[in-house]
C-alpha cells in the first residue's frame, strides 16, 4: 500500500515539473525597447507570436492598448527613457501591457518585420518622438473646452455657411504612386502612353482624396521614371496609411478588341496564367539587373507578412466602389474582379498596398474612355472613396 502511495505521489511530481517546464519555455521576454523614425520598436528574447496580441482602445483620454499575453519584462525600469504618453507595465504575472496615449484618435497599424519574428513594432501619433515631452499629447483641460465649446457657438451661422474640409483624416496619409514615367512609357496603344493616362488620373485622386481631408504623397507629378527601391520604400518612409498604385493594361494586338476590364491587385503568388502575365509585364522596367532567385527569395518573405489580409479589405473596397462609380454614368464596364498577382511595387511596403489596373489602354473603346475626363474623374471618386470606406471599416475592428 504504501509502495502504491509513493509510487502515485512520485507521478504527480513528475507531471507538476513537466508541466511548469512547458509553461516556463512559453514565457517569451520583452528584451528592449527603443524609439526610432516615429515607432516604438519592441525586441523580444523569442519569436513573437502575434496570435498572442490583443490590441484595443480606451477613450477619455484616448489611448491605444496592446496586451502581450504570455510575456515577460526583462526588467522593470524598461521604458524609464521613453516619455510619458508610452507606458510599458507586468500587467499580469504573464501579461505585459503597452499603452500608447494620445489627444485624439490615429492610425496604429502595427507590425512585424519581415525579416525577423523577434521584433514588433508600433507606430506613434505623428510627430512624436522620445524627446517630446508627454504633456504635448495630454488632453485639453476642462475650461480650454469650455471656451472652445463657446466660440463655436457664437459662430454657429458662418461655420454652416462656409465649406469645411474635416479634420478627422488629416493624419491619415495616403502614398499614390503612378505607374512607369520617364524612359519607361509603359502599355502603348492608338498613340497613347500609359505612363501618361496613369499619371492624369493619380493627380485627380489626389485632389478627390484632399477633398476628404486625407494629406497625400505622389510618387510623381511629372514624367520621371523611379527606380524599384524609390517606389517599394516611399509609403513607409512618409508613414503612409495606404498604399495604392495605378496603371492601366495592355495585350497582343491580335486579342486587342476583345480584352478589357478594371482589375485590383494585391500582392501574393499565384498560379494563374493571367495574373503572372500582367505582373510580368508590369515588373518588367523596375526589375533590370536583378536574377530570379533573388526576386523569389525576397518576394516569398513578404507573403506571410502582416498587411496581405488588409491589403486583400483594401483591394475590395476600392474596386467595389470604382465599379459602382463607373458604371453610374457609363454602360458595359468590365468587372475584372480583385485578384493576386507578385507586382514588384507592392514588396516592401509595410502597409496595405494595392495595384489597380484601371483598363486596357490596348482596347479601342476602353482607352478612349481612360482619356475622357469624365471617366477619370469617376475613377478618382471610385478610388478616394474605397480609401475612405476601408480606413472606416478598419477603425471598426480595432475598436471592437
Known amino acids: ?41 519592441l525586441h523580444f528574447a523569442q519569436e513573437c507570436d502575434k496570435k498572442k ?3 484595443f482602445t480606451l477613450k477619455n483620454p484616448y489611448r491605444v492598448v496592446f496586451d502581450f ?23 499580469k504575472p504573464t501579461t505585459v501591457r503597452i499603452v500608447i496615449e494620445h489627444n ?23 510627430h512624436s518622438s522620445n524627446t517630446l515631452p508627454a504633456e504635448r499629447f495630454k488632453t485639453p483641460k476642462p475650461h480650454r473646452q469650455r471656451e472652445i465649446s463657446s466660440v463655436k457657438k457664437k459662430n454657429k451661422i458662418e461655420i454652416k455657411s462656409m465649406p469645411v474640409v474635416s479634420n478627422t483624416r488629416k493624419d491619415e496619409l495616403i502614398v499614390i504612386d503612378a505607374g512607369h514615367g520617364g524612359h519607361d512609357s509603359g502599355a502603348l496603344g492608338g498613340g497613347k502612353r500609359e505612363k501618361d493616362v496613369v499619371l492624369q488620373i493619380a493627380k485627380r485622386v489626389e485632389r478627390q482624396l484632399k477633398k476628404k481631408g486625407h494629406p497625400v504623397y505622389m510618387t510623381r507629378t511629372k514624367d520621371r521614371f523611379l527606380t524599384l527601391g524609390q517606389r517599394t520604400r516611399i509609403a513607409d518612409k512618409k508613414g503612409a496609411v495606404v498604399f495604392v498604385s495605378i496603371h492601366a493594361n495592355s495585350v ?32 518588367k522596367a523596375v526589375l533590370k539587373g536583378t536574377n530570379k532567385l ?23 473596397d ?40 484601371v483598363g486596357y489602354i490596348s482596347h479601342p473603346k476602353e482607352r478612349e474612355r481612360l482619356c475622357n475626363p469624365i471617366y477619370q474623374e ?23
Not at 467595389?320 to 516592401?348: E, N, Q, T, Y
Request: contains cysteine; glycine residues 4%; hydrophobic residues 40%.
Open 53 to 55: 496580441i490583443h490590441k
Open 69 to 91: 499575453k504570455d510575456m515577460k519584462l526583462s526588467h522593470s525600469r524598461m521604458a524609464k527613457h521613453l516619455d510619458g504618453f508610452v507606458r510599458i507595465a507586468q500587467f
Open 1 to 41: 500500500m504504501e509502495k502504491r502511495i509513493n509510487l502515485k505521489l512520485s507521478r504527480f511530481v513528475l507531471l507538476l515539473l513537466c508541466s511548469s517546464a512547458f509553461l516556463f519555455a512559453s514565457i517569451n521576454r520583452l528584451e528592449k525597447v527603443d524609439i526610432f523614425k516615429g515607432e516604438l520598436r
Open 252 to 283: 497582343i494586338k491580335a486579342k486587342a478588341n476583345k480584352i478589357h476590364g478594371i482589375e485590383t491587385f494585391f500582392l501574393q503568388n499565384t498560379k494563374d496564367e493571367k495574373s503572372q502575365r500582367i505582373a510580368a509585364r508590369e515588373n
Open 104 to 126: 485624439k484618435p490615429y492610425p496604429c497599424m502595427a507590425y512585424q518585420p519581415f525579416f525577423s519574428k523577434n521584433y514588433y513594432h508600433i507606430p506613434l501619433p505623428k
Open 294 to 316: 533573388s526576386r523569389n527569395v525576397i518576394v516569398d518573405s513578404v507573403l506571410s507578412g502582416p498587411k496581405i489580409v488588409q491589403s486583400n479589405k483594401l483591394a475590395i
Open 318 to 357: 476600392v474596386h467595389k466602389s470604382v465599379m459602382a462609380h463607373l458604371r453610374s454614368k457609363f454602360i458595359g464596364v468590365r468587372d475584372g474582379g480583385v485578384r493576386h498577382a507578385p507586382f514588384w511595387v507592392l514588396v516592401g511596403a509595410s502597409r496595405p498596398s494595392i495595384l489597380i489596373e
Open 378 to 400: 469617376l475613377l478618382a471618386k471610385g478610388i478616394a472613396e474605397g480609401i475612405d470606406n476601408y480606413l472606416d471599416n478598419r477603425k471598426k475592428e480595432i475598436d471592437l
